[in-house]
């Protein structure tokens, strides 16, 4: 997910679609600038925007205007969102465009500022320019399959949408996806919800969304990634007050967030930095353990132990000298020096369901301190409370836990359906039941102390390989070990300061597979490839 900037700098706040529609008229009016005039700006921001990236080299330098022979399609709704199409589709005329028009209404269907900017684009509209009039009856959409452009406005429906897509419009939405043509999106994709990021039945895939004012919660996690291609954010001169005015608990870090990286003094050991013990690694899944450790190494831990299955130890500790032999079973790991002496746990990777994962697991979510819980960890974790075993772990827990949609799932004993359908409720819901810091993984992942979300904007679909979640455990036991909080802070304090290291970790994460992707491609990317670039990253050497 890459937001790229039009004006002003990326905001650190992201806003449901229900904020932004119930304040921006406002928020503009202590601006004083009219509803009408705001429209036009964000006709313009698209229309900058589509010049710049599609048409740079295409001008007559001499008037700024493309060739004669340029073809766009504009397709229109009835709403606000197809005003701003209608203000895109003069200012093409007036650059010399041959512009068509598709409406989805009738023209008398339009009203208020839409209805103006229809009117003003009728006024300035040629004879070589269209305007058609989508036939919802037989489903028309020979414009779209005919046209010969090399580009398509999709302004039909704005962040007033949710639900589903009308039946009438499915065929068009398809044949747009299907079009050979680029597709720049007016502030959201028609089809996707602009709060959760949900696509009930289809909705448009663009190259590149221009989203104004604030950034929307929807446009940055789920399946939001499939469809909002590059998001250009312009706020329209009203980002700043909007933020000022309108409070929410949804953050994106940019680069910035590399300000919490912990501080190391020149005097540190490996005494006061800590060890750290990693426990998973059942029969046949040494790989899991093994990054996830490794990755704990390369992120700062000082020491680290693993525990493992004795069968695998062969295999976790070979070319890795630096890892410490713990005990390998409950038994011989409870009052050990090892599960004593550590600073913080990771429990999962690997781990298994076997009656000795279990001890294993019983015997580490007892202890109150910092515990980074994945994979199968939070399978037992989820049946643990369940049966109600965790009244009292809960209490006294400082966990980070991180699941998968499906693990998250479990936690909440639902479905994967429902996760995705609300993720910022999802995992909100899973920090205060299990009073946590959550981190919901996927596209746009999403991490909250209870009361805040903080989502990341880094990661590529080449970190769809085995391994990807285990080095992502081990980075945020690593930052948050090295963090110096005073130890008096109260729970929630703790849990939001371990939320902001997990968000820092998160974001490394991604950056790492970035670069890596940048430079090898996303296919065949492997969770070991990301390790020497965490490093690097870690020690900002980027």
Known sequence: MEIKLLSASLPQRAFSAKQVLTHEAKVAAIKNIEMYALMKSAGQAVFHHMMK???????KNDLDKVSDTQKLLVVCGKGNNGGDGFVIA???VQAGFQVSVLLTAKPEKLSGDALRAYQAYINAKKAENELIIFDHKTADVETVKNFQGKLIIDALFGIGFKGRLPDSLLT????INQHMAKVISVDVPSGLCA???VVDNTAIIANSTVTFIAIKTGLVTGQAINHVGQVYFADLALGKIFTEQVSTNVTIYGND???LLPKRKASSHKGNIGLLLAVGGGEGFAGAIRLSAEASLRSGAALVSVCCHKNNRTLVFNGRPEFMLAPCCAEQLAGSMTLNKAKAYVLGPGLGQSAWSKALFDLVIAQKKLCVVDADGLRLLAK????NLLTDKIKSNRWVLTPHPGEAANLLNCTVKEIERDRFSAVKK???QYQCVCLLKGAGSLISDG????LNTTGNSGMASGGMGDVLSGIIAALIMQENSPENREQQQVLTDFAKLTALAVYIHGKAADIIAQKHGKIGMLASDLLPIIRQLINKKF
């Not at 068009?172 to 044949?175: A, I, M, N």
């Not at 009361?451 to 903080?454: G, K, M």
Request: proline share 0%; glycine share 4%; net charge positive.
């Open 53 to 59: 990236k599609y048409f740079k080299n295409e001008t």
């Open 90 to 92: 003069r200012l093409a």
């Open 172 to 175: 068009l939405v398809t044949s």
């Open 195 to 197: 709060t959760t990021g």
């Open 257 to 259: 967030i590399f300000t």
């Open 384 to 387: 643990a409370y369940q049966q």
């Open 430 to 432: 899973i920090a205060q």
């Open 451 to 454: 009361q805040q979300v903080w």
